[in-house]
């Protein structure tokens, strides 16, 4: 199957800082989503990108497809943005060991 | 606004006993995941199905859990008989096209 490597595993930032998540995928894939995980243990889905670049109000994310990896990109972060954030790809949705988040106030 | 829903929320149980495991998943979707989150293992797929119909479901032991989707608005994961190594958070997805979106997940602490 699709090997999935985040990095980093974790992560440590002062509130309004920005920060940058990788996700390296071994193959090419069509399905490419980013997910965060709160603390509460709820996935939500954050972008479905195989390719390109999309934004959501503080958060972006851009897929390479040629070089296998996906950027997810944090800005101004928030105490409410602590979680681990999960890439997942293939139909399968082969998921990565995830990047562990703590927002500092 | 359109969740998935998962019952029970938490269950505990005894070695050897049979737990099911209720989704519903959001109106219009085609597709159904069944994962399993443990500290070790991380995300693991279990089954996958399309349109109702399982297409992948290598990731589950065959010899105790079972999957099925008996109308569009069910999915259940059976566990027959259960052991302590089946604790974990079972999170069932569904979605449309390319986009899956995940119930609460059900807490299973098997003693």
């Known amino acids: 199957g699709i090997q999935v490597e985040q990095s980093p595993p974790d992560l440590i930032l002062q509130e309004g800082a920005n920060s940058t998540l990788r996700c390296n995928f071994s193959d090419s894939v069509n399905n490419l989503q980013w997910f965060h995980q709160n603390p509460w243990g709820q996935l939500i889905n954050l972008f479905y990108?195989?390719?390109g670049t999309k934004q959501n109000g503080r958060l972006s994310a851009t897929t390479v497809a040629t070089e296998r990896y996906s950027l997810l990109y944090i800005s101004s972060s928030q105490t409410t943005d602590s979680g681990v954030y999960f890439c997942?790809?293939?139909?399968?949705?082969?998921f990565g060991a995830g990047t562990t988040v703590t927002v500092r106030a | 606004d359109a969740r998935v829903t998962q019952t029970p929320r938490h269950k505990v149980t005894e070695m050897g006993q049979e737990v099911t495991m209720r989704c519903q998943p959001i109106?219009?979707?085609?597709?159904v995941f069944w994962y399993r989150q443990t500290m070790m293992q991380g995300l693991e797929l279990l089954a996958y199905f399309r349109n109702r119909a399982p297409l992948d479901d290598s990731g589950m032991p065959k010899d105790r859990f079972s999957a099925e989707m008996p109308d569009a608005t069910l999915a259940t994961l059976k566990i027959q008989p259960s052991e302590p190594r089946d604790s974990a958070v079972y999170f069932c997805?569904?979605?449309?096209?390319?986009?899956?979106?995940f119930g609460p997940g059900t807490r299973l602490t098997v003693l």
């Open positions: 997942a790809v293939d139909y399968k949705l082969s």
């Open positions: 109106l219009g979707h085609n597709t």
């Open positions: 997805a569904s979605g449309f096209r390319s986009s899956q979106y």
């Open positions: 990108i195989p390719s």
